[in-house]
Structure formats: structure tokens, C-alpha cells
């Protein structure tokens, strides 16, 4: 039972290339998240998803797309990517109740140079 | 707008007690909830707060006044290995999470 798994761990990118950041989870859960953290700042939620097929946009979404295809998976895409995307992305994942916690992957660091 | 206020940093010795204030201004209210996370690690669930009043669990406790939008988090008999972000957090009227920056706790011998 792996919970919520993050792939990859660790990227560096140049600026202007794009990835895809993979967010897998067996916890049966609706809700997916996507986050970036930066010293000093609080988690700040980039897009979100509500169920399988479903997306929407959070507090930060430009630069930055997803799909939800599988309910599973969530995958997180930079297009075009800029140095201030350098962040730590964490992905998490709700079962929809209130008394719940949201359950966190370990993360993705990324440095765009 | 939203927000949610906490000390960026403290400092406590060990075995000492240390308490974390989180006040907080959100379109609703749907519960609070503190994380601790260890550096270069995820955020983990330490506690949940919908009513007012104090929910102790083990060395942690955690308090709730809806009407003064305030909460804290206690942490008893301090351990070197309780250094770590407390991050506070409050469920909205959207069922949103909403992040505080979150307090660096440094614990000292």
C-alpha cells in the first residue's frame, strides 16, 4: 500500500522545456491536489481535481496544466519552463470529508536553470 | 481575502512546552487542521478541529475559538525530534484548504 507516489523525486530543467510531473495514488480517493511550497510561503495550490475527468484552477495555475484521466493519476505539465518554477511540488489527495486529512506524496524538487 | 497568521519561527528547550498560535480570517469555516512537517520531507496530519474547545492527543493537544478565529497547538515534554514546520490550515465554506506559511520550531538541548 504505497499511498501517494511522486515521480520523479528530483529534475533539473533549462529554461523552455517542458515536463510532466506524475502524481499516482491507491487510497480510492476523488479529490487530487497539486501544490508548490517555497521558503517562506505557505503551500499554494495550483490546480485541483474533483473526480476523474475533472479539473480545476487554484490559487497559482498560469504556466502549468493538468489531466485526470485515470482517477487514479493526476499529472501536473510545465510547457515552457521558467526559473520562477523552481519550487518543491507536493501532490495530495482528499477523500471529500470534512474531518479528513488531505494525505501528501513525498514531493518533486525542481530547478529550472 | 483569506488568511492565516503564525509566528514564523520559535524556539523552546527540550522536554520543555512550547505553543503554536494560528489565527486565521476565511469565507467560511469547515474545520482547522495542523500538519507538522519535518525539513525536505511532506507535510503530515497531526490534528482536526471543527469545535471549540481542546483535543489532546498523547504530548500534542490542539485548541479551537470559532468566534475569535484563533486556534494553538501544544506540544508537551518537547523531544529533539519534534523540531519541525507546524503548518496551520482551515478548511473554507469551498472545502478548500487554506494554508498558513507555517512555524519553524527549533528545539534546543
Known amino acids: 500500500n504505497a499511498g501517494v507516489t511522486q515521480t520523479p523525486k528530483f529534475r533539473v530543467l533549462k529554461t523552455g522545456q517542458s515536463m510532466t510531473l506524475l502524481c499516482a495514488q491507491d487510497?480510492?480517493?476523488?479529490?487530487m491536489y497539486w501544490y508548490r511550497q517555497d521558503p517562506g510561503m505557505g503551500l499554494r495550490l495550483i490546480h485541483y481535481s474533483v473526480g476523474e475527468g475533472t479539473t480545476a484552477k487554484g490559487e497559482v495555475p498560469d504556466g502549468y496544466n493538468v489531466s485526470r484521466l485515470k482517477k487514479q493519476n493526476f499529472l501536473l505539465g510545465l510547457e515552457s519552463a521558467a526559473p520562477s518554477q523552481t519550487s518543491v511540488y507536493f501532490c495530495a489527495t482528499w477523500t471529500g470529508y470534512s474531518n479528513q486529512p488531505q494525505h501528501f506524496g513525498d514531493g518533486t524538487r525542481l530547478s529550472i536553470l | 481575502g483569506q488568511n492565516i497568521d503564525q509566528p514564523t519561527e520559535m524556539t523552546a528547550t527540550e522536554g520543555a512546552i512550547v505553543q503554536i498560535n494560528c489565527t486565521y480570517q476565511?469565507?467560511?469555516?469547515?474545520?482547522l487542521f495542523w500538519y507538522q512537517q519535518h525539513a525536505g520531507e511532506a507535510p503530515t496530519f497531526l490534528s482536526y478541529n471543527v469545535l471549540d474547545g481542546l483535543e489532546e492527543k498523547g504530548r500534542f493537544s490542539s485548541f479551537l475559538s470559532r468566534s475569535k478565529g484563533y486556534s494553538y497547538l501544544l506540544l508537551k515534554e518537547l523531544q529533539m525530534k519534534d523540531s519541525a514546520s507546524y503548518l496551520c490550515a482551515v478548511l473554507d465554506s469551498n472545502y478548500q484548504l487554506i494554508w498558513g506559511a507555517g512555524t519553524k520550531l527549533i528545539i534546543k538541548p
Open positions: 476565511t469565507s467560511g469555516f469547515n474545520g
Open positions: 487510497m480510492n480517493h476523488e479529490y
